[in-house]
């Protein structure tokens, strides 16, 4: 299907069972569920969501395989393409097209976390070669600087430049005043490159900066509540953006604090609660949530008015 980058296109996530198989119905049920959701514009498969560092080629073959005959036929599918090596990413790029995909984003290679940033070059042939590679849509990945995954914003501007295949940024640089940069100056370029903002944690401050959209884990949960917070700025209501927010707000402070890499295991307990799906297991290296913490889910789905007080 034809894919637009712009308003609000939620990460699913993928449920695994006691054996951390990948459980099918489950994951499928799940993803359902979100498409379900009024207003969107796309769902992402093959994301951070989806434990993507711990799954093979073949898994995340099948999953985009399954996603596409599910709901493929209703929304476009964005499919993550997560490799340290640009020959590995070519090698998923093509899958991913040939089974269907109708975008891809594309994740910074961890293999230029150690100064990468000092050899622009490096970055500039890994989106050439993925372009090379296809004539599907792509979303450039940005990191926070701090993680020495983030792109300088004159490799950005290279890039955008080199490789007019890449029509959006999913943005997270964490950083509110870079963000706006970004806005600001990529979506007003002679062909622009429209900003996804991933800021979910603030994202009521960084949807008022005006990006085209959002991309988002937390969509897996809130997906309903992102469409009407982003519908509400858009329509400059304010009140009703404060009112949406307020209700984001105790998922958003649960989800994203330390330790951050936690974040999805915290929205599988979520579904799990909410009856969306039946075991809330992650692969190794993460570990399973201590029950306190399980408790403090519970009472943020409450707030959120996601979850009937018990």
Request: hydrophobic share 50%; with cysteine.
């Given at each position: 299907m034809s894919f637009r980058a712009y308003g609000v296109i939620p990460a699913t996530l993928i449920a695994f069972d006691k054996d951390y198989e990948v459980d099918k119905q489950n994951s499928l049920k799940h993803l359902r569920d979100v498409a379900m959701t009024n207003g969107l514009s796309a769902i992402?498969?093959?994301?951070?969501?989806?434990?993507?560092?711990?799954?093979?080629f073949a898994e995340q073959q099948e999953l985009l395989?399954?996603?596409?005959?599910?709901?493929?036929?209703?929304l476009p599918?964005?499919?993550?393409?997560?490799?340290d090596g640009s020959h590995a990413a070519?090698?998923?790029?093509r899958m991913a097209q040939s089974e269907g995909a109708s975008a891809l984003l594309v994740f910074p290679p961890n293999s230029m976390s150690m100064g990468g940033q000092l050899r622009p070059e490096m970055a500039l042939r890994h989106f050439e070669m993925i372009a090379e590679a296809t004539d599907l849509p792509l979303i450039l990945f940005q990191y926070p600087q701090a993680t020495g995954l983030g792109y300088p914003f004159a490799t950005l501007?290279?890039?955008?430049?080199?490789?007019p295949s890449i029509v959006a940024m999913k943005d997270w640089c964490n950083d509110p005043m870079l963000h706006e940069k970004h806005i600001k100056t990529f979506q007003s370029r002679q062909r622009p490159v429209n900003v996804l903002t991933t800021h979910s944690s603030w994202l009521m401050a960084s949807l008022s900066m005006g990006p085209a959209g959002l991309l988002s884990g937390a969509?897996?949960?809130?997906a309903d509540l992102q469409v009407a917070l982003?519908?509400?700025?858009?329509?400059n209501d304010l009140a009703a953006a404060r009112a949406t927010n307020d209700r984001i707000y105790p998922l958003v402070q649960a989800f994203y604090r330390a330790p951050f890499l936690?974040?999805?295991?915290?929205?599988?307990?979520c579904l799990q609660l909410l009856g969306r799906i039946d075991t809330a297991f992650v692969r190794p290296p993460l570990m399973p949530l201590k029950s306190a913490e399980i408790e403090e889910l519970k009472a943020a789905l409450v707030a959120s008015g996601l979850l009937p007080d018990a």
């Open positions: 992402t498969v093959n994301g951070h969501a989806s434990e993507i560092h711990a799954c093979s395989a399954l996603s596409l005959a599910e709901v493929g036929d209703r599918l964005v499919n993550g393409v997560y490799a070519v090698q998923l790029v501007q290279a890039i955008f430049d080199a490789v969509g897996s949960v809130i982003f519908e509400a700025i858009q329509a936690d974040m999805h295991n915290r929205m599988k307990v």
